[in-house]
């Protein structure tokens, strides 16, 4: 999903809460999941951009975390996740190493995380991607198919023909 705001204002700052509005089940003990709250803060289209991340891992995500950071230092870590940025925004930059916390009693993770990025605005535009939740969405296997009439049904409330 890509979410594309337009800026056509320099005195004007836009704010986006993306929600999903959906009765989520209880998850099983034990299970893990992910809050990823990424902050934009500018002056206006044509100043530097600070991104403050906080990336919150809970049950398995936690462990799993744990273990990877196991094998990582502050800094490895920091140029994986601007490098995972810098994709999408290429004048972006670490503004320090990430803020590691360590829960082990709740079994919750928080890394928080700051950026600078001079340039986000791209003809007073910029495409913000929710990334969790396009990788969760499955592409078809095949995307141009093609389905014999013999094989395709259709029923219509009226008489009309389509």
């Not at 969405?137 to 008489?159: C, G």
Request: hydrophobic share 35%.
């Amino acid at each position: 999903m890509v979410i594309t705001i337009p800026h056509t204002n320099e005195d004007l700052c836009y704010a986006m809460v993306l929600t999903v509005w959906k009765d989520i089940p209880t998850p099983a003990s034990g299970a893990g999941s992910i809050e990823i709250v990424e902050s934009y803060n500018g002056e206006s289209s044509r100043s530097a951009v600070s991104l403050e991340v906080t990336k919150t891992y809970h049950g398995m995500e936690a462990d799993q975390m744990r273990y990877s950071l196991s094998s990582l230092s502050p800094a490895d870590l920091s140029k994986s996740h601007l490098n995972y940025y810098a994709d999408n925004t290429p004048s972006i930059t670490a503004n320090g190493l990430p803020i590691i916390e360590d829960d082990q009693k709740t079994n919750t993770i928080v890394i928080k995380e700051k950026y600078l990025i001079t340039e986000l605005w791209k003809d007073n535009r910029h495409s913000f991607v929710a990334d969790r939740i396009y990788n969760e969405l499955r592409k078809p296997r095949v995307s141009q198919r093609t389905v014999s009439a013999s094989r395709l049904s259709i029923h219509s409330q009226s008489n009309k023909p389509f």
